[in-house]
């Protein structure tokens, strides 16, 4: 460690933070006045990037390097504006979870477009035109460049303010970031106003990723990576901040550049490596603010918001015709090995679907009934896939005793995280939970000795009764059934009219008597319990676990799940994991761009299917029955 090698440091931190402003400047921007959680805004920024190689690459020779680089922003905020008008516009009465499913739709599109525009290998970009050099600082070389992108983000920042003060524009854009609907009803035109504020979010976006080229190539694997840290900075700094969002990125960049200085440290007779901590270091300030200011360090705390949309449905038990054709499907279930044969790739197919029903069925009881908008539900599955691995490998327990203790290690998880998450709401409770489920992928990534680090763990099989034919099958079935069993009874017992309550109104139900929290935490830490229990099936099913298995996108996937099938029904999470399961299966057996494929499938059920799958199914049943009726 030197003086020079830790300004060295800070000094790309500094850089580092200028590119992270720009991208989550924009999303502060679009979500504080449309409400939109855009998931797809990380890719714009990977968009940028790729406009700008193709642009530069092509147009360089005869505008100059400059010019041509800054093209490809202005292509960016085109395709958000064509984005706001032809999509979101016509989702914005629904639920903001349906515009989360919509946006997530969106990155797989631009993915596929991506890949097929420019091939799957990353792309390296040329020097800046007039920074190709390096300066010395402290007798170390320091890129020009990166001098260039510190001056960028005060620069952003500060024509920001001028544009946000000064302009009638600027007036509109605050006034609609404190109350939209206020402004619709003084006769502003909403919809300019929502797509001008789209276009420059994406803009910015397709600038950060444009600027970025020359520092480091464009790859498909920009999008996710960017959207994670974008919307740490947006919600440390306060949502709809932009001087939030300004400190923000500088706060985390600093502190991942102070913790690559640091390297491997000897700290109290322990070796800590600093340096991993970069892989999780955002969240964990994200966490840490949240808890100490829920609203992050510029924002305000949230007002209630006001209806929009379909109001809630109650949620009813399923009559006579409804139990018949459960029990008829179960019967179906349970007889299907014997038609299609019990090693056939049929069975294999179901158990995934089972195992994804009872998952994404645990994700609905807290999500729908209880109103707990969770973002990180994959680090229970994935605490109960590797505490079911670790009684295996570990502890030499059989399949029977590690489906007991797996899920154990997802309720603890659950009892502490849900301590703190039921203190918020919203989308900071959202972000929250992303938050400790990022930092709970950063231990199992890197606790080697125990997890087996990027690798997992390997080698956990059933019991040899249950890895002979359909067995596995028929144990998964009646887990899975059980479970999905006991979280509908848990829905209409006093636990969940109780949580409820909570959910369409915590001050009358705190009037009541209810104590809101523990009833929220109770239901956090039991719909994580089964999770848990779907986690330990998967890691027998596969026969091994890797750190994937508590991602974000695995919490992306049970989302996706609750939403096709619908969240104001029972029926909804079954439905929802078996068409998502299906559809996955089949669309990336048969093309290479399946993800293209999948996200058209998704954007044209949100729009065709609000409701999602089975609520549109009941919502046709009861008008066919109310036509009936007057007939």
Known sequence: MSASGLLAQLLNGLASASSLFLVSVGLSLIFGVTRTINFAHGSFFMLGAYLAFTSVETLAPSLGFWPALLLAPLVCGVLGALTEMLLLRRIYQAPELFQLLATFALVLVIKDAALWLWGPEELFGPRAAGFEGAVDILGR?????????????????????????????????????????????????????????????????????????????????????????????????????????????????????????????????????????????????????????????????????????????????????????????????????????????????????????????????????????????????????????????????????????????AVAGALLYGWFCVRLSGVYLTMLTLAFAQITWAIVFQWDAVTGGSNGLTGVWPSAWADQGAAFYWLALAVCAAGLYLLRRLLFAPLGYALRAARDSAVRADAIGLDVRRIQWTALVVAAGFAGVAGALFVFSKGSVAPDSLGVTRSVDALVMVLLGGIQTLAGPVVGSAAFTWLHDTVARNTDYWRALMGSIMLLLVLLFPQGLAGSAQWLGRWLARRGGGA
Request: proline share 6%; hydrophobic share 55%; net charge neutral.
């Open 141 to 409: 070389s320091f890129p020009t460049y990166d001098l260039l992108l510190i001056a960028v983000g005060p620069l952003v920042l500060l024509g920001l303010t001028l544009l946000l003060t000064r302009t009638r524009f600027g007036i509109l854009v605050r006034a609609a970031t404190q109350d939209r609907e206020m402004v619709g009803a003084l006769g502003v035109n909403q919809a300019r106003l929502f797509t001008a504020v789209f276009a420059l979010g994406t803009l910015l976006a397709g600038l950060a990723g444009a600027l970025q080229l020359p520092r480091e190539p464009a790859s498909l694997e920009m999008d996710m990576t960017t959207i994670g840290a974008a919307f740490v900075v947006v919600v440390v700094g306060g949502m709809g901040s932009i001087p939030g969002a300004f400190i923000a990125a500088l706060l985390i960049a600093q502190i991942k550049a102070v913790c690559i200085w640091l390297g491997v440290q000897e700290v109290l007779g322990v070796t800590v490596s600093f340096s991993k901590l970069t892989l999780v270091v955002e969240f964990l300030v994200m966490a840490a603010v949240l808890i100490w200011r829920p609203w992050g360090l510029l924002g305000r705390p949230q007002a209630p918001a006001r209806p929009a949309g379909t109001p809630e449905q109650p949620l009813r038990p399923a009559g006579g015709a409804g139990r018949t054709a459960w029990a008829v499907l179960l019967l179906g279930l349970v007889l299907l090995p014997l038609a299609a044969g019990q090693d056939s790739y049929a069975t294999v197919l179901l158990t995934d679907m089972l195992i994804a029903a009872l998952f994404a069925a645990s994700l609905h009881c807290i999500l729908g009934p209880g109103g707990l908008h969770s973002f990180g539900h994959a680090a229970y599955f994935g605490l109960g896939a590797y505490g079911a691995a670790l009684a295996v490998r570990a502890l030499d327990l059989p399949m029977e005793a590690a489906l007991l203790l797996g899920p154990l290690a």
